[in-house]
């Protein structure tokens, strides 16, 4: 269990950072940089008023900049262990080529935290599911390490954990552990905090910017203001699974 | 017809050396489940593109084949084949070790089979997973029942109501572990209807031949007389099912041949240079459906010796079926986006198809749930009351003619 004092600290610290964004947005309306002000206190439920989303610019994103690759590996501790076949991989980048014009993109994939998640409809224990504010994550507890979600998702965007997890290279951000699968957790221990995922924050200090991130339920976030401006489209959005990450340019 | 006289088996020296090599390969399957756990699925051939390996292909061919080799009693209850009914112990019997042997496999090679009272405790009932573990369940409580009604004169009165239920449940089961693969909207390979038919038609002609070995087997070792005709009819249904499930395999084929956005995996399936498009013709048509096909429709038919290489043929291309099913359907990448190609990828996605190399202990592991569907039949016959003395034509059907 946490302890209280800490707690208190902590809901001190939201305070002042919610009530500093607050001001944010009264000074300058419409320009707030970050969603601070619509994270939860830790002491209360995660709500489906919010559904944290990701809008991916493929035109900003560089060809062999993989700085999100390696904030997301840096966050979690993702070790390479026995070779890329079966390392975790929560995000990765790829070059893609539209065959009809020859245009080429490039873009990160990861866990598309799906409205209808085909890894938590077939996980038999409900180790997979979705969140009220659409994070989908992997109950390590309950996950029996059968793989079906592994089968299901249509983005390859689970990892079996094929080894044991040597004692140092554990990390509080996510527990993870032999035999179970993961993903990436869209950094809800970030975003429970009213901060950005470490793949946001990479891409936006590298100076390249092609990634937001933000509560699509919110009109008034940059993400959906985006959205609703521009042109973007869901990958494999012909399968109806609404995910919450959205690409620009594809 | 006389009246059938069940006994068990004398059980000697043979029936010892069996147990024995059967027990080694269990022993062996057991110390490669504790390998691969031990040191994780690293050290097997699969990996986070082929999630399912060889201890699937097993898994899941027995389990299909459990609820096939239910056929032969169903036959002879729900549909009154008179010459049927002295085997229907027999066929449950084997019915539930298949399932035992194939489950056993399945939750060897989860990552976290210690965690076998949360798959038991926790349910997703959108999960067609979860439906399975209540329809095994299920299926060997009410294979259990059925058998208890065909060997205890007191509840004699259930057994046409046993049998039924244990038809239409077995039905249930197969569809549902069709499903596991037709209900995958993300991959090429799955996602169709039609998986579930299929593999009910599967079932029958696997479990049937499973069931025409160890029914040779267990007459031929224990020098008991097995009724030419009643073989003859056996292994005429064998060619029905075997012919059937083939059907089934081309209007699958032939409906994913005539929808463009599913060309490029037909082609990788059908014409690819994969090891899949070989065991798909060589083993699951060739070996496994047209081979034993002419054989059980022609004049080798008749011949004993001929009706057990076509069953193992028919087994052979059981395991290849699953194997092109299984890790075919998985070795095609995701189609992340349709019309496009991908150029580079930091994981695989740029690969013509994901290749997989079964390790050793993967197949001992298989070796092993076969090894413990078999013990459980051995042990069964010598402990319970389940082989007619006799199988001998005139003992077992009203109409033959001698």
């Known amino acids: ?250 | 017809m006389k009246k059938v006289r069940y006994t068990s088996i004398d059980g000697r020296g043979g029936f010892y050396a069996l147990l024995g090599v059967l027990g080694l390969f269990i022993l062996a399957g057991l110390g490669a489940a504790y390998y691969m756990e031990h040191n994780g699925h690293w050290v097997t051939g699969m990996d986070n593109q082929t999630v399912w390996g060889l201890p699937h292909v097993f898994a899941v061919f027995l389990i299909v084949a459990a609820s096939g080799a239910l056929n032969v009693a169903s036959i002879g209850t729900v549909f009154g084949k008179a010459p049927y009914k002295p085997l229907a112990r027999l066929s449950a019997v084997l019915a539930v070790a298949l399932l035992v042997g194939g489950l056993v496999v399945l939750l060897l090679d989860l990552g976290r089979p210690d965690r076998l009272i949360v798959a038991m405790t926790y349910y997703n009932f959108k999960s067609i997973f979860a439906w399975n573990i209540i329809l095994y369940t299920g299926f060997m409580g009410f294979v259990a029942i059925y058998l208890w009604t065909m060997m205890d004169r007191t509840v004699r009165k259930y057994y046409k109501l046993a049998g039924f239920t244990a038809f239409i449940w077995r039905l249930i089961l197969t569809t549902g572990t069709g499903s596991i693969f037709g209900f995958l909207v993300g991959r090429q390979g799955y996602d169709a209807a039609i998986m579930a038919p299929m593999f009910v038609v599967m079932s029958f002609s696997f479990g049937l031949a499973i069931f025409l070995l160890v029914l040779m087997a267990a007459y031929d070792w224990t020098g008991r007389p097995l009724g030419e005709a009643l073989l003859m009819r056996l292994k005429n249904l064998l060619g029905v099912f075997v012919a059937g499930a083939l059907y089934f395999v081309i209007v699958f084929h032939l409906t994913n041949l005539y929808a463009t956005e599913h060309h490029d995996w037909e082609k990788f399936i059908l014409m690819g240079e994969s090891v899949h498009t070989k065991v798909f013709w060589l083993g699951q048509v060739l070996l496994g459906s047209l081979v034993p096909l002419g054989i059980l429709y022609s004049k080798a038919g008749r011949s004993r010796a001929w009706i057990a290489v076509a069953s193992a043929l028919v087994i052979l291309g059981g395991f290849a079926t699953m194997w092109v099913t299984i890790i075919g359907g998985q070795s095609f990448p995701l189609v992340l986006f349709p019309g496009m190609e991908v150029v580079s990828s930091g994981y695989f996605d740029d690969v013509a198809y994901h290749t997989y190399s079964p390790s050793f202990p993967e197949l001992v592991l298989g070796l092993g749930g076969v090894a413990v569907a078999l013990i459980a039949v051995v042990v069964a016959v010598k402990v319970l009351n389940l082989l007619p003395s006799s199988l001998a034509d005139a003992d077992v059907d009203p109409h033959h003619k001698g």
């Open chain 1, 1 to 250: 269990m946490s302890d209280p004092k800490k707690e208190t600290m902590d809901q001190g610290r939201r305070r002042f950072l919610g009530a500093g964004a607050a001001a944010a947005a009264t000074i300058a309306p419409g320009v707030t940089l970050m969603q601070v002000a619509s994270a939860k206190p830790d002491d209360q439920p995660v709500s489906d008023k919010n559904r944290w989303g990701l809008l991916i610019d493929t035109t900003k994103c560089a060809s062999g900049c993989d700085a999100c690759v390696q904030a997301c590996n840096e966050e979690f501790n993702l070790q390479p262990q026995h070779g890329p076949r079966t390392d975790p991989h929560w995000i990765r980048k790829v070059e893609v080529r539209d065959t009809a014009t020859g245009r080429t993109f490039s873009l990160p994939m990861m866990c598309q935290h799906c409205e209808n998640p085909p890894c938590a409809d077939v996980c038999p224990t409900g180790a997979s599911f979705r969140r009220d504010d659409g994070i989908v994550l992997v109950d390590r507890h309950i996950c029996i390490g059968c793989r079906y979600c592994m089968m299901a998702c249509p983005y390859k965007a689970r990892s079996f954990v094929h080894e044991e997890i040597p004692e140092e290279d554990k990390n509080v951000n996510a527990p993870r552990g032999k035999g179970c699968v993961e993903a990436c957790t869209l950094c809800v221990h970030r975003v429970d905090k009213g901060r950005q995922p470490a793949c946001v924050e990479a891409c936006n200090g590298d100076g390249h910017k092609a990634m937001i991130f933000g509560d699509l339920k919110d009109p008034g976030s940059e993400i959906s203001r985006e959205l609703k401006k521009y042109p973007s489209t869901q990958i494999r959005a012909d399968l109806r699974l609404n995910p919450g990450v959205f690409y620009k340019g594809i």
